[in-house]
């Protein structure tokens, strides 16, 4: 399975940016898809994941309040709505998609390609 990634970009500070993951190929359900980042120097992180029944998600602090994570079953998509960035956020995002929502990337079994998503001051 693979995961595709988009909606990266360039942006100031304050202004938003949307990421999209889906697999390519055939149609998977997976139990969660998250979000996590990788900044130059530093390790990954998690940012954020939902179940695929979207009941559940799971945001890490230094997002909450500015990302949104959704779910479009009908287009197997999970969307990412980042709004009030800020430099800090610059980083390669990644998709992954898991059997469990999980703030550790070791539970996610597949990985999309990554989106650079730079927030220029």
């Known amino acids: 399975v693979q995961l595709q990634a988009s909606g990266g970009g360039l942006v100031q500070a304050g202004g938003s940016l949307r990421l999209s993951c889906a697999p390519s190929?055939?149609?998977?359900?997976?139990?969660?898809m998250g979000w996590f980042r990788q900044a130059p120097g530093k390790e990954r992180e998690f940012v954020v994941a939902?179940?695929?029944?979207?009941?559940?998600?799971s945001y890490a602090d230094s997002v909450k309040g500015r990302f949104t994570i959704s779910r479009d079953n009908t287009k197997n998509t999970v969307y990412l709505q980042m709004n009030s960035l800020k430099p800090e956020d610059t980083a390669v995002y990644y998709c992954?998609?898991?059997?469990?929502?999980?703030?550790?990337?070791?539970?996610?079994?597949?990985w999309g390609q990554g989106t650079q998503v730079t927030v220029s001051s």
């Open positions: 190929g055939r149609t998977f359900s997976f139990g969660s």
């Open positions: 939902i179940t695929w029944s979207g009941v559940s998600t």
């Open positions: 992954a998609a898991g059997e469990y929502v999980s703030p550790f990337s070791d539970k996610y079994d597949y």
